[in-house]
């Protein structure tokens, strides 16, 4: 039975008879492509898990796979800058600028930019192809640490360790039989002597090139500026409310006081008592729109615009019983008198021998009437009405000389208490 010759593909290690591309990941076998695929090669790994073998790229390539959109932000890689641990490539050095994002902070950067706006953490690109990122080795908890080997003594995975390169796990067929191990013949006692005996310490190897970026000192700088800047807005933050809550306070305590000084009531500048007026009356002395409301038991004022009013709370008028004369030691009809409490009369007095007088005299008893709060609202509008109709008869049929010469107003302040007492009746 003739043998299948079974190839290995250098890609992706996939098993499969020979031929001239691989069946899984479809790279070819020619030399060109081998080389092609050693110059993009690195250390950094993009975890897809379709092609979970796929060797890693070099930082170049990764630009490149950035730009074509087929590594976004939220992509799983592993590089020397996370220590070849798997994360996210927006967080990690060297790479999330390259997608508008600070590793550290997360704050939005532009790609071009040396460093972080925001946090100044400093961004670098890792060029070295061959450096893996990977720390210093510590020992385990009952390991035997290097650094207690004597000098000059070799370990034996040190003897046994080859002086040149080995073959290529790239190498055809041919070159992989036909290269041999450096290590053939060389049996267990053979190696074990080599262990024991002496050898001549040689240099030590060359550390890694440095890639020019200490990330836990530029971490810990960075994170440290994040936190001064973060206290500082927060004092700013601080700052701002006191001043906004200390202006609140003083808003609100000039808006109460304007608003107590519109509220404050008015003092009053007249009443039911001597010399007041029609304008200046007030609704607590029992004023309505100008006619006085007497107290109970009051004494005489001026009421309505010149008419006096007797102790016994009736009207008086010239020339009537219980009236004033209007001039104390004054003659009889002289417009120069004064009233009874040594004021002028009023100029609303009426001729003592008017035949209206009386019709007026029963008009204000009407008006006091409706000022009755203990009578219905409806008699008080009734008597109201009566009053104002009186008036206005004896306005139309008594002559200007016979009537009192503040009868219009008297007449327009009983229609402004009619309305007044109409607006209760709707709005109690």
């Not at 790279?27 to 993009?46: C, D, I, K, Y």
């Not at 109970?296 to 020339?319: K, L």
């Not at 009537?320 to 209007?326: F, M």
Request: hydrophobic letters at 35%; a neutral charge; glycine letters at 12%.
């Amino acid at each position: 039975m003739p043998k299948v010759k079974v190839v290995i593909c250098p890609y992706c290690g996939d098993t499969q008879p020979s031929g001239d591309r691989c069946r899984h990941c479809k790279g070819l076998f020619e030399p060109l492509s081998r080389q092609a695929t050693h110059n993009a090669m690195g250390p950094w790994f993009v975890r897809d898990p379709n092609n979970p073998f796929q060797p890693g790229c070099s930082y170049e390539t990764l630009v490149k796979l950035i730009d074509a959109g087929r590594v976004s932000k939220y992509t799983i890689i592993r590089g020397p800058t996370t220590k070849q641990f798997w994360t996210i490539a927006k967080h990690t050095p060297g790479v999330a600028h390259l997608l508008g994002y600070c590793h550290h902070c997360d704050a939005a950067v532009n790609k071009k930019d040396l460093g972080c706006p925001q946090c100044g953490a400093p961004f670098g690109a890792y060029l070295d192809r061959n450096f893996l990122g990977l720390p210093e080795v510590k020992p385990m908890p009952g390991d035997v640490d290097p650094s207690d080997t004597s000098p000059g003594q070799w370990t034996a995975r040190e003897v046994l360790r080859p002086t040149a390169p080995g073959l290529s796990s790239f190498g055809t067929d041919e070159e992989l039989m036909a290269g041999g191990s450096r290590f053939e013949g060389v049996t267990h006692g053979a190696a074990s002597a080599l262990a024991s005996a002496p050898a001549v310490a040689t240099a030590q190897p060359a550390p890694p090139p440095s890639i020019g970026l200490d990330v836990d000192a530029s971490y810990l700088a960075a994170r440290q500026r994040t936190l001064e800047r973060q206290i500082a807005r927060q004092k700013q933050t601080v700052r701002m409310l006191v001043i906004l809550l200390v202006l609140a306070f003083a808003v609100a305590g000039v808006s109460g006081i304007i608003a107590y000084q519109k509220n404050r009531p008015a003092p009053s500048t007249g009443g039911g008592g001597p010399g007041g007026t029609i304008g200046e009356t007030r609704e607590s002395d029992g004023a309505v729109d100008g006619v006085t409301k007497l107290p109970p038991g009051g004494t005489g004022g001026v009421v309505d615009g010149g008419s006096e009013v007797a102790d016994n709370g009736d009207t008086a008028h010239p020339g009537t019983p219980g009236s004033t004369p209007p001039g104390a030691g004054a003659a009889p009809g002289d417009p120069g008198g004064a009233g009874v409490d040594g004021s002028p009369p009023g100029n609303g007095d009426a001729p003592v021998d008017s035949p209206f007088l009386v019709e007026v005299e029963q008009a204000r008893s009407l008006a006091r009437q409706s000022e009755n709060a203990d009578l219905d609202l409806d008699e008080r509008i009734k008597a109201m009405k009566q009053a104002i109709d009186i008036l206005k008869r004896v306005l139309a049929s008594s002559p200007e000389s016979e009537r009192p010469a503040d009868l219009p107003e008297l007449i327009a302040a009983y229609e402004r208490a009619l309305k007044k007492l109409e607006l209760k009746k709707f709005f109690p």
